[in-house]
């Protein structure tokens, strides 16, 4: 099985800060990796697959990098609505899928 | 658009039994794998099971394996989670999915396992 891990835990950022999230892999996952936002009492969002590519209506403050064991979400200026879970996902192996524990940005 | 409306959720005791069933629509059913995910406040979201496109095939995440069974209706565009043997840990809201990545979500429908 796959195990994802990601960096830091939490994440406390200013609205217009830039935020780095990490997402690394126990063994290559090629690029077959996808971020995910979560927000209480929403449903999930698929934000960002195939390690950069971003999902329909995902604005363009919102970018994916990495392959292999190592990847990165950015956002470059965090928005208000932008504070949220982020998963992380992979599907080269499977099953099982296998998500990260999540990275939460919060409200400095 | 692709919709999927998960139903069937509700308090249930340990032990017991429930059936969650999610309808589709907007895509050709038929051709894709479905999936459920569940979620949990303390411990984020995990892949329950899936289901080859023509119902022959299943999977499920080690947790669940031998008390839950996933089954579709290809006839009805509809996926089905049977669900025994419930525990208190598999408490979570349940989503449906379809293919490769997950999207979009539905709402999903909460599982309750208490006495």
């Known amino acids: 099985e796959i195990v994802l891990t990601q960096s830091p835990v939490t994440l406390s950022l200013s609205p217009g800060e830039r935020a780095t999230l990490s997402c690394r892999a126990s063994q290559s996952i090629s690029n077959y990796l996808a971020w995910y936002q979560h927000k209480p009492g929403q449903a999930p969002r698929l934000l960002i697959y195939?390690?950069?590519n971003r999902a329909t209506g995902i604005p363009a403050r919102f970018s994916g990098s990495g392959s292999g064991t190592d990847f990165t979400l950015t956002i470059s200026s965090l928005e208000p609505e932008d504070f949220a879970v982020y998963y992380c996902?992979?599907?080269?192996?499977?099953?099982?899928?296998?998500f990260g524990p999540g990275t939460t940005v919060d409200i400095k | 658009q692709v919709q999927l409306v998960e139903s069937g959720g509700g308090v249930v005791q340990p032990g017991k039994s429930l059936r969650l069933s999610c309808a589709a629509s907007g895509f050709t059913f038929n051709r894709y794998v479905m999936h459920w995910v569940r979620h949990t406040p303390g411990k984020g979201l995990e892949w329950v099971a899936a289901v080859s496109s023509d119902g022959s095939t299943q999977y499920y995440a080690d947790s669940v394996k031998g008390r839950f069974t996933i089954s579709r209706d290809n006839s009805k565009n509809t996926q089905y989670l049977q669900m025994n043997r419930l525990t208190a840990e598999d408490t979570a809201v349940y989503y449906c999915?379809?293919?490769?990545?997950?999207?979009?979500w539905g709402q999903g429908t909460l599982v309750t396992v208490s006495s």
């Open positions: 999915l379809n293919g490769g990545w997950f999207d979009p």
């Open positions: 195939d390690a950069s």
């Open positions: 996902q992979q599907r080269t192996i499977w099953p099982p899928f296998t």
